[in-house]
């Protein structure tokens, strides 16, 4: 069975400074997609950005970007130039490519300091 | 275009009673999951739906069931409820069941069992 590991329960980054959540995961398939979603207090999961197995290019969306490592089987997110906004659990998940269903970590929470 | 819609947003039931609830997907979506999120267990798949027919299950009992219609839209059922099933209850609806098509999640549906 695919699992997926969030190792830091909690981070904090300072405005405008950069923090990097890291996330590993197991499994044998060969193809699979890599998320990280984003919990506010609202409580509504939002994507934040996502990375096909088979790309080696590492996705990035505006200040969200990701460093992908297959053969370590590491997908860690970086946010850059952090806001207040950016305050949420942010959960890494993983998809197989046959299927729907997402296996989480346990999430981060990341807490923004002004 | 809206937004995964769940209904209601809390509610709260006592043991052994049963509770039903609902999930509007986006518009043109198709599959439908469900997950559960408790400070415990974290984030778990519990369910997905595609055309009416149930395509994948996670590890719980019995007493959870779900069904979709013609529409799209879903319901989860919860018979005898325990203690334990207090949680956030999450739907996510995507345009297929699997691939790359990215899950979008609702605001949830938080359960209490006293």
């Known amino acids: 069975a695919q699992t997926v590991t969030q190792s830091q329960p909690e981070m904090s980054v300072q405005e405008a400074e950069t923090v990097t959540l890291s996330c590993t995961y197991d499994?044998?398939?060969?193809?699979?997609?890599l998320f990280w979603y984003k919990q506010p207090p609202s409580r509504q999961m939002i994507l934040v950005i996502r990375q096909e197995a088979y790309k080696q290019q590492n996705a990035t969306e505006n200040r969200f970007s990701v460093n992908f490592q297959k053969a370590a089987k590491s997908f860690s997110l970086k946010i850059s130039d952090s806001q207040l906004g950016d305050a949420a659990m942010y959960f890494c998940?993983?998809?197989?490519?046959?299927?729907?269903?997402?296996?989480f970590g346990t999430g981060t929470r990341l807490t923004v300091i002004p | 275009k809206a937004g995964v819609t769940q209904t209601p947003r809390y509610l709260i039931k006592t043991r052994g009673q049963q509770v039903t609830l609902s999930c509007s997907p986006i518009?043109?979506?198709?599959?439908v999951s469900w997950y559960q999120q408790t400070p415990g267990q974290g984030l778990q798949f519990l369910f997905e739906y595609f055309s009416e027919t149930q395509r994948n299950k996670g590890n719980f009992p019995g007493r959870f069931s779900g069904r979709q219609f013609s529409n799209s839209r879903s319901e989860m059922n919860v018979s005898t409820l325990e203690l334990g099933d207090s949680a956030l209850y999450l739907c996510a609806s995507s345009s297929y069941n699997s691939g790359a098509n990215v899950l979008t999640f609702g605001a949830g549906s938080r359960l209490t069992v006293l």
């Open positions: 499994t044998s398939e060969s193809d699979y997609y």
């Open positions: 518009s043109g979506h198709r599959s």
């Open positions: 998940a993983y998809k197989s490519a046959g299927a729907n269903n997402l296996f």
